[in-house]
């Protein structure tokens, strides 16, 4: 694992792929398909960090794969620490793919909803609230069974259904364990008729293709491999919890593409469940996006999600590959 004060930081430095994480497991898909192209690349495992202001940050592509759930495995700082990497990274005008602005939106569900509302996409009745008393006020409002979601989780952690009093109480009382920054989000449930919700994947801003997820075991639904215990098929129908829509194209993807670019988030998830009117209810947004290959390989996709990135940020080093030569050739 290397921290960026591990590399020499030079100017004639050949640029290559750099990769910013925290989790070495969720890694290992990419850099099997990063090897099958040759594409040159380092790590930046990020936890603790001692940064120089004043150096340069090396040549090439930087991508950010650091998760929201950092803190879940003991990494609590690996975040904030990541967001003043994406700073130095841009104010040297380094090519970033997941840049400060996604990198903001990744760790706050309060400002995704703003984001996603204000590009035009539908989301649930949502209501952010900081502090306990806070919570307790505005749950009295909901008549029916509401989602409860930390600001900041990943991988789904601390989502739950609130049906009742005495579990709302149980957060209530953890509710410093239970939120990183004190605030929380109140959402309506919406239940899809068949029980799956959908997941939108995207690289390099374009759309790849959606996931139809059984949402009946709980609410983290990382498709990672590596993320999977047990049976992945739903025992009731015999459907896999993972079945990708390959050639799937909802009548919300322009907005969502929009959203995307303005977010400055290239390689993301946007997951969603239809309503009963069967329009899409967009309740979270996920730059550090994994795959399921057992759900590629059932299906028989050419383009699988960590080959896609790959062959996205090898185009991205060929670009700046050539911007850095025409420097080069103006500079002598």
Known sequence: MFSPLQFQFGSNSAPVIHIIHENDTWLEPLRLALAERALPYEEWFIDDLALDLNSTPPAGVFYNRMSASSHTRNHRFAWEATRGLMGWLEAHGRRVVNNRRATELEVSKVEQAIALQASGLLTPKTVAVTGARALQSAAADWSDPFILKPNRGGKGTGVQLIRNQSELERIVAEFDTYTLDGTVVLQSYIQPADGRVWRLEFVGGQHLYTVSIDAGGGFELCPSDACQVGNSFCPADGRAKFEILEGHQPAELE????????????????????????????????????????????????????????????????????QSLVQKQNAS
């Open 255 to 322: 907005r969502c593409l929009s959203f995307l670019r303005d977010s400055g988030m290239e390689v993301a998830a946007m997951e969603a469940a239809p309503d009963a009117q069967g329009r899409l209810q967009f309740y979270d947004v996920n730059i550090n996006t994994n795959y399921n290959a057992a759900a590629e390989q059932r299906q028989g996709v050419e383009r699988t999600g960590m080959g896609e990135i790959a062959s996205f940020l090898g185009r991205e080093l060929e670009v700046v590959k050539a």
